[in-house]
């Protein structure tokens, strides 16, 4: 199985596919009921109109994760938020989605560390604590990636993993 991940405004396939999985994206999302992801009616917003937004930002990286050349997730990278108390990181990852029929294959995993090498500096990671699927995935490859060497917090109901990336820090060569 080769994986490997491309920027997705490059081709308008991709977009395509990517809105083609957007509702299940937000279906996967809708059980955790944080309230962040309401009916998008209900805010006066239509998926198209968000996936445009994504489109639309060029400090986002827009990525498609493909198994074969085929697109089977995506993921969005964009540039770190400063905190209190701390300075902000290189990159966030904003988003990111593996489509149901390819899960538990290692494509995910594998896609993480080819992001994490391209995209090398610091990073910040973050999940909603009631989603314990996502929580476990990203402990896992984090914890992976990084050898183990990563921080963590746990507040106001979220997860976040801050670390450093980059080839010569990947524990998967």
């Not at 594998?110 to 990203?138: H, M, S």
Request: aromatic share 10%; hydrophobic share 40%; with cysteine.
């Amino acid at each position: 199985m080769t994986v490997s991940v491309r920027d997705a405004r490059t081709s308008p396939g991709d977009r395509r596919w990517i809105e083609g999985v957007y509702r299940e994206y937000l279906d996967d999302l809708a059980p955790l009921n944080t309230g962040i992801f309401p009916v998008l009616g209900e805010i006066g917003h239509r998926e198209p109109d968000l996936l445009a937004r994504w489109f639309a930002d060029s400090s986002a990286r827009i990525l498609t994760i493909c198994k074969s050349a085929l697109p089977v997730g995506f993921a969005m990278i964009v540039p770190g938020r400063a905190a209190p108390g701390r300075p902000a990181a290189d990159h966030h990852m904003a988003e990111f989605f593996v489509a149901r029929a390819h899960r538990r294959l290692g494509i995910g995993r594998t896609a993480v560390a080819l992001i994490l090498d391209r995209f090398a500096g610091t990073w910040e990671v973050q999940e909603y604590l009631r989603n314990a699927g996502a929580v476990g995935f990203w402990r896992r490859v984090i914890g992976e990636y990084t050898g183990g060497d990563y921080e963590e917090r746990v507040a106001n109901g979220e997860v976040r993993q801050t670390f450093s990336s980059g080839p010569a820090r990947s524990r998967r060569r």
